[in-house]
């Protein structure tokens, strides 16, 4: 890899589109450096599943042409993109993770990908993900499991571990993933990235929700949230503001906000603020590592002039009602008849919950647990701006578990280390990971920033403020150093 190489991967994807602006870097450079990023990295790490690369060229060769013609450029123009395997891409190989749809390739794209498409952006490919999206890890029967580039023997998180892996080690510097429980927070925590799950509705899901072309891959349509992985806040900003906004297929779409959250993130003066800190809702079992980083992250905000409690919501642990919200969203007709025919080829952990007998009441008092969660926060959050949390409550762990049974010393359910991210899911409020700092062997940890009810722009905000007093930027893992990063 030349050194111009190393620098195309390193920089952010706004970078990139700036300097293809100025004619001072060419599509076709940018999507030579990434392809030979992906071939140097992805046979080790399995971050893309699906390779566009043949298009993705002749996309870059078109492109530059624009760029020489003189052409108004759009703001993504010419660059690269990867799109997490469960969003629908018209054209390239739509998998979901399982072998049921191994040779699927739908016929439009998500809405997401084609205002990113006509923003400019170029997609290259596909990013492994768990089984149709069910699991917070990645894996699965058809492409196996994803490695976390810090440590090949812990998980990158799911379900969006492949995008995360993908932007941690420069194969592209803009990712979509999805947020049904975590499934972005997760990754961009365990990968040292940022990563926002943007209000519920304000990024329109379709045509993954609840489309009958493929019964069982539907996205959960009252939980989840397309959005961005990136490098830095700026970046996600600049996706979000090209991915916003209602759309008509979509009957949860927000209508537009009206905000540039690229001149939004100029400011970040945060004195003032009042932001409740809570370490583990009061009782959540917390990794000592995860508590020591986050509490030091917390201590930037006071440094930025927030004034900081802490404090809890007082809401009972959700997780056990969360199941029955995922089994509520989910074709359970389509998936169990998938089972029937596909059983032995699925994932044993998403064929027992396809499996399991749900009962009417377990789905209706699902429903008042969402709405309590829901009121606590609101009424919460009436007194302050923002909340903080860790965004896991335990650091990566190793490949081959769908999660730790055991959190400092104490047992626990396989799904507790998610307990901060899925209430979010529950109250479709703004949430985002920043990367507060790493273990002493070396593994990412982060943070969560909650807002208020649509409040996307002052998380955004927040997190550029954070970014700013505390860089994330050039920690890299050691194995990008060995290809020549």
Same mark, same amino acid.
């Given at each position: 890899?030349?050194?111009?190489?190393?620098?195309?991967?390193q920089?952010?994807?706004?970078?990139?589109?700036?300097?293809?602006?100025?004619?001072?870097?060419?599509?076709?450079?940018?999507?030579?450096?990434v392809?030979?990023?992906?071939?140097?990295?992805?046979?080790?790490?399995?971050?893309?599943?699906?390779?566009?690369?043949?298009?993705?060229?002749?996309?870059?060769?078109?492109?530059?042409?624009?760029?020489?013609?003189?052409?108004?450029?759009?703001?993504?123009?010419?660059?690269?993109?990867?799109?997490?395997?469960?969003?629908?891409?018209?054209?390239?190989?739509?998998?979901?993770?399982?072998?049921?749809?191994?040779?699927?390739i739908?016929?439009?794209?998500?809405?997401?990908?084609?205002?990113?498409?006509?923003?400019?952006?170029?997609?290259?490919?596909?990013?492994?993900?768990?089984?149709l999206?069910?699991?917070?890890?990645?894996?699965?029967?058809?492409?196996?499991?994803?490695?976390?580039?810090?440590?090949?023997?812990?998980?990158?998180?799911?379900?969006?571990?492949?995008?995360?892996?993908?932007?941690?080690?420069g194969?592209?510097?803009?990712?979509?993933?999805?947020?049904?429980?975590?499934?972005?927070?997760?990754?961009?925590?365990?990968?040292?990235?940022?990563?926002?799950?943007?209000?519920?509705?304000?990024?329109?899901?379709?045509?993954?929700?609840?489309?009958?072309?493929? =019964?069982?891959?539907?996205?959960?349509?009252?939980?989840?949230?397309?959005?961005?992985?990136?490098?830095?806040?700026?970046?996600?900003?600049?996706?979000?503001?090209?991915?916003?906004?209602?759309?008509?297929?979509?009957?949860?779409? &927000?209508?537009?906000?009206?905000?540039?959250?690229?001149?939004?993130?100029?400011?970040?003066?945060?004195?003032?603020?009042?932001?409740?800190y809570?370490?583990?809702?009061?009782?959540?079992?917390?990794?000592?590592?995860?508590?020591?980083?986050?509490?030091?992250?917390?201590?930037?905000?006071?440094?930025?002039?927030?004034?900081?409690?802490?404090?809890?919501?007082?809401?009972?642990?959700?997780?056990?009602?969360?199941?029955?919200?995922?089994?509520?969203?989910?074709?359970?007709?389509g998936?169990?008849?998938?089972?029937?025919?596909?059983?032995?080829?699925?994932?044993?952990?998403?064929?027992?919950?396809?499996?399991?007998?749900?009962?009417?009441?377990?789905?209706?008092?699902?429903?008042?647990?969402?709405?309590?969660?829901?009121?606590?926060m609101?009424?919460?959050?009436?007194k302050?701006?923002?909340?903080?949390?860790?965004?896991?409550?335990?650091?990566?762990?190793?490949?081959?578990?769908?999660?730790?049974?055991?959190?400092?010393?104490?047992?626990?359910?396989?799904?507790?280390?998610?307990?901060?991210?899925? =209430?979010?899911?529950?109250?479709?409020? =703004?949430a985002?990971?920043?990367?507060?700092?790493?273990?002493?062997?070396?593994?990412?940890?982060?943070?969560?920033i909650i807002?208020?009810? &649509?409040?996307?722009s002052?998380?955004?905000?927040?997190?550029?403020?954070?970014?700013?007093?505390?860089?994330?930027?050039?920690?890299?893992?050691?194995?990008?150093?060995?290809?020549?990063f």
């Amino acid at each position: 890899m030349t050194t111009q190489q190393s620098q195309i991967c390193q920089m952010s994807g706004t970078e990139q589109a700036h300097f293809i602006k100025k004619k001072q870097l060419s599509p076709v450079e940018v999507m030579d450096a990434v392809f030979e990023r992906v071939h140097s990295l992805n046979p080790t790490l399995n971050a893309f599943c699906v390779l566009d690369e043949e298009n993705a060229r002749k996309s870059a060769k078109q492109a530059e042409k624009a760029v020489m013609s003189g052409d108004e450029l759009p703001p993504l123009h010419g660059v690269p993109i990867g799109i997490k395997d469960l969003v629908p891409t018209k054209g390239i190989r739509t998998t979901f993770g399982s072998k049921i749809y191994e040779h699927y390739i739908p016929d439009e794209d998500d809405v997401c990908v084609a205002r990113l498409k006509d923003a400019g952006g170029i997609i290259i490919g596909k990013t492994n993900i768990p089984e149709l999206g069910y699991q917070c890890i990645t894996d699965n029967p058809l492409f196996g499991l994803t490695r976390n580039p810090w440590d090949l023997g812990k998980t990158p998180g799911g379900s969006s571990g492949g995008s995360a892996v993908a932007v941690a080690t420069g194969m592209t510097s803009l990712t979509i993933g999805n947020d049904g429980g975590g499934s972005l927070r997760i990754p961009t925590s365990f990968c040292g990235l940022y990563g926002i799950k943007p209000s519920f509705g304000r990024v329109p899901l379709y045509p993954g929700c609840r489309n009958p072309k493929y =019964p069982g891959a539907s996205s959960w349509e009252t939980l989840e949230s397309n959005g961005p992985i990136t490098k830095t806040v700026e970046d996600s900003a600049l996706m979000l503001s090209i991915i916003k906004g209602p759309y008509h297929m979509d009957r949860h779409s &927000l209508p537009n906000d009206g905000m540039n959250y690229m001149e939004q993130i100029q400011n970040t003066d945060l004195k003032g603020l009042k932001i409740a800190y809570s370490p583990d809702w009061g009782y959540v079992t917390v990794d000592p590592a995860v508590r020591k980083i986050t509490e030091k992250a917390v201590k930037v905000f006071e440094q930025l002039g927030c004034e900081i409690e802490i404090a809890h919501p007082g809401f009972t642990d959700p997780l056990p009602a969360f199941g029955a919200l995922i089994a509520r969203d989910s074709d359970l007709t389509g998936l169990r008849k998938l089972a029937e025919v596909y059983g032995e080829e699925m994932d044993p952990s998403l064929l027992a919950f396809i499996q399991k007998k749900w009962s009417a009441e377990e789905l209706t008092d699902a429903a008042f647990v969402r709405q309590e969660v829901n009121i606590k926060m609101r009424t919460f959050m009436e007194k302050y701006d923002l909340v903080i949390t860790p965004t896991s409550a335990a650091p990566p762990f190793e490949v081959g578990i769908n999660g730790p049974n055991r959190i400092n010393g104490q047992k626990v359910s396989r799904s507790h280390w998610l307990s901060f991210t899925a =209430p979010f899911n529950m109250t479709g409020q =703004p949430a985002a990971n920043v990367p507060a700092g790493w273990t002493d062997d070396g593994l990412p940890i982060g943070l969560q920033i909650i807002g208020r009810h &649509l409040d996307d722009s002052l998380v955004l905000r927040a997190s550029a403020a954070f970014e700013e007093a505390n860089p994330w930027r050039n920690h890299q893992p050691k194995l990008v150093a060995e290809v020549g990063f």
